[in-house]
């Protein structure tokens, strides 16, 4: 017998989320999280995932995948620390640092566990965090563990982070200050401005901390944002996931060799948590050693969000001001965009909405993430049905 407090707690909660719209249904995937997937028998062009370049399903990933596993198994047996760092976590490692342009990087499990680590293994109660208000979940967790105090800077606002960030400079109250951004917003595609941020923290002392978890493998050629800004040497704390455009899964931290030394005494997740499985650090290995080969498939992840961009435009939807592939078509009212993504669905198009918590009330939104896997063909079914829901909810 559970208790009633719990109970009440819940059930309270979860029927108040389901009447404001606010609660996410979870449709089991029978398919991989290609471009076309299979929910509950039926077969949908897929433009809800991360899996920015197709690479969660590239055969050259897959192969060296079973052999990873033929040879080392399907687990590290251990956390990094006692015995389970294995040579191709090693090798993981030195090809992200190749890929970002570092002395050194350290990998975690997930993104999410990364900030979680690294922000707490540099910052205490006697620092001052100042963080995009937009910043991505996991920077606010990694923040909150830190103790940090945490200053909140208007989304992208350089004015307000110059004043923030002048004032705890000038307060003397804090020994250590960090500017924290993400590379790029994952709900209206909007690039972070780097060379403004940089120019501030070198003003304040600022250590620069982003994660470009949207950005790796979509710009500078697939190198990322700070590549894109051409300011590898400006930024302390290079972080990102190997689980979107990389397609497999885990985390790192790129950046000079001291602060990686630091994390791997220091951050927690990798001192108290098994590593990635041999499968995962060698596929992901393979797909940044594909990334540093050639430009194609990021050539072809940016056709395909230029010609869907342009569609649902044309078609007069409120696409936002995104920079990058993602595409949110914007409606508003929370109980509007889950209808609409649910006619979506049944019309054999999967859009998922994205409602508050992840975004403010009042700016629900379908959120469209094309990618290099995408046909032309998938693209213009996807713009058909666009249409016609869009017409029959008189969003457009
Ligand atoms: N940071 C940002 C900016 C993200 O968008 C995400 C993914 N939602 C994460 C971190 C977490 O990455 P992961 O899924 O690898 O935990």
Known sequence: MSSETLQTFLQTNLQDLKEHG????????????????????????????????????????????????????????????????????????????????????????????????????????????????????????????????????NHSDMEDLRAKAKAAKESGKYNKLMVITDGVFSMDGDIAKLPEIIEIAEEFDLMVYVDDAHGSGVLG???????????????????????KAIGVVGGYVAG??????WLKVRSRPFLFSTAVT????????????????????????????????????????????????????????EKLTQTFSKRLFEEGVYAKSIVFPTVPKGTGRVRNMPTAAHTKEMLDQALTVYEKIGKELGII
């Not at 471009?35 to 062009?45: D, E």
């Not at 993981?92 to 993104?111: D, M, N, R």
């Open 278 to 333: 041999p499968a995962d650090a060698v596929a992901a290995t393979k797909a940044i050693e594909l990334l540093m080969e050639s430009t194609e498939l990021n050539d072809r992840l940016w056709e395909n969000g230029d010609y869907l961009k342009k569609g649902l435009k044309s078609l007069g939807f409120n696409i936002g001001d995104s920079e990058t592939p993602i595409t949110p078509c914007i409606v508003g009212d």
């Open 22 to 153: 606010l609660y996410n249904e979870i449709d089991p995937l029978e398919s991989a999280n290609g471009q076309m997937i299979t929910i509950n028998g039926k077969t949908l062009v897929n433009l809800s995932s991360n899996n920015y370049l197709g690479l969660a399903t590239d055969e050259r990933l897959k192969q060296v995948a079973k052999e990873a596993i033929e040879h080392y198994g399907v687990g590290a047996g251990a956390v990094r620390t006692i015995n389970g760092t294995l040579d191709i976590h090693l090798k993981l490692e030195q090809t992200i640092a190749k890929f970002k342009g570092t002395e050194a990087a350290i990998s975690y499990q997930s993104g999410f566990n990364c900030n979680m680590a690294a922000i707490s293994a540099v910052m205490d109660k006697n620092d001052a965090i100042l963080s995009d208000e937009l910043n991505h979940a996991s920077i606010i967790d990694g923040c909150r563990l830190s103790r940090a105090t945490v200053i909140r800077f």
């Open 256 to 261: 000079r060799r001291d602060l990686i030394d």
């Open 221 to 243: 050629k697939g190198a990322g944002t700070v590549k894109h800004f051409g300011l590898q040497d400006k930024v302390d704390f290079q972080i990102g996931t190997l689980s």
